[in-house]
């Protein structure tokens, strides 16, 4: 099976473009709680040479993207809403059965910037409390995907009220079986890549599978290998970890 990164470090905001503004997070700070704010993180910064693979909103359930996961063990991270999650929790299920981890996507897929702390404190939190009723706490992660990206200090504050470690972006997107990266063709290790469930979410997921077997810092992608000297995919604790 695939090595999990154990901890994470500061975001590497600096060098992603065409996102929603970076933001430094060399150092934590603490919300007027005492609670202390979650890291935004466009890419982790890894040791290793493993990638994130992420899944949003939960619209268009595919058995097919489920078969993929299974086939090549991708340890993926789900990002839900609180509908979809609700009408295909079932579907869900099969997920987490095998390891895998859902996090809050926000109940309505709001744009949090665009609401003041209480809102953004029902959307952010009111989806964990969901998710904890729907699936045992062992996988439910602790971090949260903004809507669009956008998230602000509010949206710290407010997601560190529900223990949110972290805030990841993403420096790369795959979509319509196209795998499009910040910043240049190759994956580097720490990549955070978005997808969706969508129709095509298996051809996104099988492009990013074909996408990481390409060369990076000149050693071979093999994604399954607990053997393998080259990046992997992880599941992702360590977008949940706050040191």
Request: charged content about 20%.
């Amino acid at each position: 099976m695939v090595a999990t990164i154990a901890a994470v470090s500061a975001c590497a905001a600096n060098t992603v473009s065409g996102l929603s503004g970076p933001i430094s997070s060399s150092d934590h700070s603490e919300s007027p709680t005492g609670d202390q704010q979650p890291d935004a993180l466009h890419q982790v910064a890894a040791v290793e040479p493993v990638i994130f693979v992420s899944i949003d909103d939960g619209h268009h359930p595919s058995q097919e993207a489920l078969e993929v996961v299974r086939e090549h063990q991708m340890p993926v991270s789900l990002f839900l809403n609180e509908d979809p999650m609700k009408y295909h929790s079932s579907y869900f299920e099969e997920y987490t059965a095998m390891g895998i981890h859902v996090r809050t996507h926000t109940q309505t897929h709001a744009d949090l910037t665009q609401h003041r702390f209480d809102d953004q404190q029902q959307e952010i939190c009111g989806m964990v409390e969901t998710l904890e009723d729907r699936f045992s706490d062992d996988v439910v992660g602790s971090s949260l995907r903004a809507p669009y990206g956008a998230s602000d200090e509010t949206t710290q504050e407010a997601a560190s009220t529900s223990g949110i470690g972290s805030i990841p972006h993403w420096s790369g997107e795959a979509n319509n079986g196209t795998v499009t990266l910040a910043h240049g063709e190759s994956c580097r290790p720490g990549d955070i890549t978005l997808t969706h469930f969508t129709q095509t979410l298996p051809e996104d997921l099988q492009a990013i599978q074909d996408k990481g077997r390409r060369r990076i810092h000149h050693r071979p992608f093999h994604s399954l290998s607990s053997s393998s000297r080259g990046p992997r995919l992880v599941e992702g604790p360590g977008l949940d970890h706050r040191e």
